[in-house]
């Protein structure tokens, strides 16, 4: 699934893309919004929240789309070739300059700007909040440590505490720590865990490249996640699943170096 530095650089695009701009091309191909036309309307802004994408349009319409673990947006000059099948494409956002394709979209909804809290408002302090401060990270702690016997794996995943975090920075912000995924959050530092996981969202924000370890050498981006070794230490990484299905998620630590 996307982390929340990948949601962000897509709205940052689309947004550079498409604001502004009045759509000569306007196609939601999914069958509960496909009589929705959206040829000449103006996209006035694409902003994220976590990993969700919201694609405001003038006159107070929203398009909600969430990537999930396929979706993504890709960004093409007209007549380019796409990168993915067309049937795969859910969502088709043309200028006269720049086509965006959202292929493999979830949750796409057609909605008054008005309501987006109704499906975004469940989520904690978003990490990639232009304006995070210490409200935001008051907030994050608060609800980190709301349920202390909880599994810090499961805690940092759940957007309802903190918006932005996967699977990736889940298991780097761990290791980070020095502690397995399995730790009680009670156990842990908590607010260096909020402090670990806006810092490493935010240092990969604007560009794609996703590293923990602030080097984007080959084989040298993570210390422990989907590595055989530990970087730090050379001991073997163990593969383990975390959570309930469906929800269970595959993660990595090192023993040595997360007790």
């Not at 309307?41 to 396929?70: C, W």
């Not at 309501?115 to 935001?136: K, N, Q, S, Y």
């Not at 530092?189 to 806006?198: C, I």
Request: charged fraction near 25%; proline fraction near 8%.
């Amino acid at each position: 699934m996307p982390e929340g530095d990948t949601v962000f650089l897509a709205c940052h695009r689309l947004d550079e893309a498409l604001s502004g701009q009045p759509l000569v091309r306007g196609e939601l191909r999914h069958p509960r919004l496909s009589t929705v036309e959206l040829a000449g309307r103006v996209v006035s802004e694409v902003r994220p929240a976590g990993k969700h994408l919201l694609i405001r349009f003038e006159h107070g319409r929203t398009l909600h789309n969430h990537l999930k673990m396929d979706g993504a947006w890709h960004l093409y000059p007209p007549g380019g070739r796409w990168r993915r099948p067309g049937h795969q494409a859910r969502a088709v956002l043309a200028t006269a300059d720049q086509v965006a394709v959202g292929f493999a979209l979830h949750d796409m909804r057609w909605i008054p700007t008005a309501r987006e809290p109704e499906f975004i408002g469940h989520l904690g302090p978003d990490l990639l909040a232009p304006d995070w401060g210490p409200e935001h990270e008051a907030e994050a702690l608060r609800r980190l440590t709301a349920e202390p016997d909880r599994e810090i794996g499961l805690a940092l995943l759940d957007q309802r505490i903190m918006a932005g975090i996967g699977n990736l920075y889940k298991t780097e912000v761990c290791f980070l720590l020095g502690r397995s995924p399995w730790t009680p959050v009670a156990e842990i530092d908590a607010r260096k865990a909020v402090r670990l996981s806006h810092e490493l969202l935010l240092r990969n924000a604007w560009h794609p490249e996703q590293t923990t370890t602030k080097s984007l050498r080959r084989g040298d981006q993570h210390w422990v996640y989907a590595r055989r070794t530990c970087l730090r230490c050379g001991n073997p990484v163990h593969r383990g699943t975390q959570g309930q299905p469906p929800d269970a998620r595959v993660t990595y630590h090192c023993p040595r170096c997360q007790p």
